[in-house]
């Protein structure tokens, strides 16, 4: 089969990182010629993607590349890569690639819908203080209340904080419509969570 014209693909490997972007030439489903460079890396068990002109990738693994440092009918150094195909996926899906995540509330969905929550837990006892100072007139309950917040605050991640928790919930009795938007995050830390 003749070869095809250049074309962008990208090398992937084995855990995901991209190992580069290069011009290929496409020959069937078992042979891609990639333009190599001096400190070029491809090895087997990497992956080569293309885009589609449909807004997929078409996805092969490499199974034996050879590198060859003279070049054919004009091509400089190249590897001549025996690939096979693993089908075509959503762009940037499936196959090779790795996502790193860091930091607070980080989290990744592939293919599904986020119903998580995230608890801050500092964050959380301040919206609860600062929801409390605006939703109770009474300033002795007030400072009963926040004396209770702090009490839980205090024992978060410790063993008291489930009767603190306890005890914030029936100082709060007349109020739980201030507080009941929080209580979510605020059960998560009961068994030492946050």
């Known amino acids: 089969m003749p070869l095809l ?10 855990d995901g990182t991209i190992r580069a972007t290069r011009k290929a030439k496409f020959a069937g489903r078992d042979l ?18 293309r885009k589609l002109p449909n807004g997929t990738e078409e996805t092969f693994e490499v199974i034996d590349p050879t590198f060859y440092n003279v070049g054919v009918a004009g091509m400089g150094p ?3 890569i025996k690939v096979r195909r693993k089908g075509t996926f959503p762009l940037n899906s499936g196959g090779n690639y790795t996502f790193h995540v860091s930091g607070s509330n980080s989290r990744v969905n592939v293919g599904s ?5 995230n608890v801050v837990a500092d964050s959380v006892f301040g919206d609860v203080a600062a929801a409390l100072r605006n939703g109770v007139g009474d300033q002795n309950k007030l400072d009963e209340m926040l004396a209770a917040l702090e009490d839980m605050k205090r024992e978060r991640g410790r ?3 489930l009767q603190a928790y306890q005890k914030f919930i029936g100082v709060c009795a007349d109020h739980i419509g ?6 979510p995050a605020l059960t998560s830390f009961i068994g030492g969570g946050g």
């Not at 014209?5 to 084995?14: G, I, K, L, Y």
């Not at 819908?113 to 929550?117: A, E, G, T, Y």
């Open 159 to 161: 063993g008291g904080f």
């Open 5 to 14: 014209s250049d074309e962008a693909c990208t090398v992937v490997a084995s």
């Open 178 to 183: 201030v507080v009941s938007p929080f209580l």
């Open 113 to 117: 819908q986020d119903n998580s929550v």
């Open 78 to 80: 190249h590897f001549q």
């Open 32 to 49: 891609i010629i990639v333009a190599a460079t001096a400190d070029a890396v491809v090895e087997p068990g990497d992956e080569i993607r």
